[in-house]
């Protein structure tokens, strides 16, 4: 069966650092794209960053800078790395995997669980 597994989070400080991981089947990490998203309370699930199957990336604004995305082929796993963290950066969040590979969520097929980032000022 397909699958995506989110690990990493935790509760941190402002200013701190995180890096969560994917791990994935051999199926969801051969999709053209994989991505973050995140959603908080009362809040929409919005993209983080993206990575295709070349290695492209894309960042939403709010993450320009302070967060870095990367792929380990020979584990199958996605990560996010995430530095000078915010009390905004708190949510929930979301390992995807797909081929429309657009900030929308409907374009990715495939979801994790999640992982819960936490914030503290």
């Known amino acids: 069966q397909v699958q995506l597994v989110e690990s990493g989070g935790g509760s941190v400080q402002a200013g701190g650092s995180l890096r969560l991981s994917c791990a994935a089947s051999a199926y969801t990490y051969s999709r053209n794209c994989m991505a973050w998203f995140r959603q908080a309370p009362g809040k929409e699930r919005d993209g983080v960053a993206i990575?295709?199957?070349?290695?492209?990336?894309a960042y939403a604004d709010s993450v320009k800078g302070r967060f870095a995305v990367s792929k380990d082929n020979a584990k199958n796993t996605l990560y996010l790395e995430m530095n000078s963290l915010k009390p905004e950066d708190t949510a929930m969040y979301y390992c995807?995997?797909?081929?429309?590979?657009?900030?929308?969520?409907?374009?990715?097929?495939?979801w994790g669980q999640g992982t819960q980032v936490t914030v503290s000022s």
């Open positions: 990575i295709y199957h070349d290695g492209f990336t």
């Open positions: 995807a995997a797909g081929s429309g590979c657009s900030w929308y969520r409907g374009s990715f097929e495939y």
